[in-house]
């Protein structure tokens, strides 16, 4: 998977041996490949290029600032959805200008520290919080670039809690308001309504639901600018699959292929918000094994990494592949989730330590077997991992490093029991 590959037996991220890792920074571990990231944002670049197209890393995905840092040198821009990642991509360096706000429930603070640092459009959800953005920007003596998210009504086909296209989502304005919404706000000082955002849901594995959304966008957009609206930009969002189970995720050539075509001549700026397609596949949580037990019929492998540390198996049901880093008998890991049952290998439940029978991070997966100290990788866990992390039992988060070829470096330090409590007054 990308620039985490067995050799010898032993995992390795780029050219450093996990073992050596998970010894000299403790576990859990989140441990990311900076060619793995660069690579997959290049890819995405490289698709849409013939658009000239904006590539917003969506910070939500994985926000620590080295990993920003990095994105940015390479050229990207960002997609924030709150204040806290609006200040975390100015540390990092962002320009402004490159920086696109979304989300549903912007506040009055929030607006207004994105309107002072002056950041590139706004993505808007509704028409009240366009009227609220409006009278804010005209208050700051500027004037708010905004693109109005629709919600086209497209089945992304992905879970339900992260499918946000379909009409009962709160996500968008549907079409029919919509069309008002850009009549009604035209000449609203303060405003410059001149976008359309998209975002349909993620991972998304398909390109049709995009082809889908994209085509009711133009037909708006077309009837807007028959009516005299200027609308200089689309905004496709983000969504783009990663590889949890083998090479499900098309690449993003492929979405491109068939949007480009769509979008050529359109005389459209065109900004893409992709997460998880960069950094998914660059993150991987290492955990060491606690214990391993045997109750009723079934077998657990008690590791020292849990839902506080990777909550989307609980959460979405969501699959990681999971691996010892140095298998015991050798035995490669296989391509593809289905060929997971090799000779040899024990049926187990892969679980954390904290108090709740949710938590879990592989259940009913058959692993080469493991033993106490043995260190286990959790694949594909760069995106909507770390950022979704908690200290629920006062457990201390975990740290991040990042490895160039064989070069590593601590992004983000372990918690202490001080950084628990260190908000906390008698
Ligand atoms: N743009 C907008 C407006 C979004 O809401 C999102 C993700 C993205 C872009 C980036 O989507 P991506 O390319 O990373 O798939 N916690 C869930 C994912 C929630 C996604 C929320 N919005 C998970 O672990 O799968």
Known sequence: MDHFVYRDGVLRCEEVDLRRLAEQFG?????????????????????????????????KSCQNLSILRLLRDRGAAFDVVSGGELARVLEAGASPSTVVFAGVGKTDAEIVAALRAGIGWFNV?????????????????TTARAALRIN??????????????????????????????FRGFRDEPGLDLCGVHLHIG???????????????????????????????AINLGGGFGAHYDGSEAPPAAVYAQRLVPQLADRRLSVLLEPGRCISANAGVLLA???????????QFVIVDAAITELIRPALYGSFHFTWPVAPRDGLAPPARRADLHLPGSVLVDVVGPVCESGDFLAKDRWLPPVARGDLLCLFSTGAYGFVMSSQYNSRPRAAEVLVSGSHTRLIRRRETFDDLVALERF
């Open 288 to 298: 060491r094994v606690l214990y391993t037990k045997s109750s009723g019929d079934r």
């Open 27 to 59: 576990t859990p571990l989140y441990v990311y490949s900076e060619r793995t990231l660069l690579d997959h944002f290049d890819r995405v670049r490289e698709a849409f290029a013939p658009l000239r197209a904006t590539i917003c890393f969506s910070v």
């Open 202 to 232: 993620s991972p998304v594995n398909t390109v049709e639901p995009y082809t889908q959304a994209l085509t009711k966008a133009l037909a708006l957009i077309d009837e807007l600018r028959a009516e005299g609206c200027g609308i200089s």
């Open 125 to 141: 959800e509704s028409e009240e919080e366009l009227a609220n953005l409006a009278r804010l920007a005209h208050a700051e003596r």
């Open 152 to 181: 086209p009504d497209v089945d992304p086909k992905t879970h339900r809690y992260t499918t946000t296209g379909k009409r009962e989502t709160k996500f968008g304005v549907d079409l029919d308001r919509a069309r008002n919404v």
